[in-house]
């Protein structure tokens, strides 16, 4: 199953990947994550992107789509994917179009994540993200056991660098502008599946799952 998560930052989009991955047999494919973990291995490609990401801009188009179009190619995604921040403006969507056009693949859901902007600046600010396994805390919303340490795997959490209010600010209008047209854009192809994301994790997941009959 090929499945594509849109959403405005902090809306959930990560959280509910990782809650499906197993059931569903697919990775997670989230092309943020790939940036940071090439901002830690200082890879060219990492610088560029960080400075983007440090301002809440889009990093360029080219790099995104290669860097997708390479991992579509390894083989756990042979049964599916989750698209997790990707595609994020209607030239990644073509491109990805053209992509799964190639590989005789297409998408099936494209499940868009609601959630105002004044309840997303709280739940960026209080995330903590591990950096042994990834899992997202929050501080109010799923408070690790022990403060600062992952409940999942015992490893430090962290805030991410563009966690910062008037980051996310600018991660908001970026969503709006630039990537918001793409929900009409897989409207118009009928895989369009709108979850309320304001209600508690568990329900969006159960919602989630309803969408795409899973
Ligand atoms: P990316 O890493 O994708 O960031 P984002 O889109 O801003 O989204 P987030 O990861 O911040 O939020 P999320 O929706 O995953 O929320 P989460 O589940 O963590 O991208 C970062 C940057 O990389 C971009 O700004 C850009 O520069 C670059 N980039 C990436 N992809 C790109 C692309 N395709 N093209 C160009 N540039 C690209 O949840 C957030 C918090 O809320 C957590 O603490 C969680 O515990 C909590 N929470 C989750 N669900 C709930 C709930 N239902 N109720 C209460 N709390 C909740
Ligand atoms: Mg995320
Ligand atoms: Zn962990």
């Known amino acids: 199953m090929n499945i594509i998560l849109i959403g405005p930052p902090g809306a959930g989009k990560g959280t509910q990947a990782k809650r499906m991955i197993e059931r569903?047999?697919?990775?997670?494919i989230s092309t943020g994550d790939m940036f940071?973990?090439?901002?830690?291995?200082?890879?060219?490609?990492?610088l560029k992107a960080k400075a983007c990401m440090d301002k809440g801009e889009l990093v360029p188009d080219d790099v995104v789509i290669g860097v997708v179009n390479e991992?579509?190619?390894k083989p756990?995604?042979?049964?599916?994917f989750i698209l997790d921040g990707f595609p994020r403006t209607l030239d990644q969507a073509k491109a990805l179009d053209e992509l799964l056009d190639k590989m005789r693949s297409k998408l099936d859901h494209v499940v868009v994540i609601e959630v105002p902007d004044n309840n997303?600046?709280?739940?960026?600010?209080?995330?903590r993200t591990c950096r042994g396994c990834g899992y997202m805390h929050h501080i109010t919303f799923d408070p690790p056991k022990k403060e600062g340490i992952c409940d999942k795997c015992g490893s430090e959490l962290?805030?991410?660098d563009d966690d910062q209010e008037v980051t996310i600010r600018e991660?908001?209008?970026?969503?709006h502008s630039q990537t918001s047209p793409l929900i009409e854009y897989y409207s118009n192809k009928g895989i369009v599946r709108k979850i309320d994301g304001t209600k508690n994790m568990q329900e969006v997941q159960?919602?989630?799952?309803?969408?795409?009959?899973?």
């Open 36 to 46: 940071r973990a090439a901002v830690k291995e200082g890879t060219p490609m990492g």
């Open 76 to 80: 756990d995604c042979k049964p599916g």
């Open 206 to 214: 159960d919602a989630v799952k309803a969408s795409i009959g899973a």
């Open 171 to 175: 991660r908001l209008a970026t969503y």
């Open 71 to 73: 991992r579509l190619q």
């Open 24 to 28: 569903l047999g697919v990775p997670q």
């Open 120 to 127: 997303l600046v709280g739940r960026l600010t209080g995330r």
């Open 158 to 160: 962290y805030q991410r």
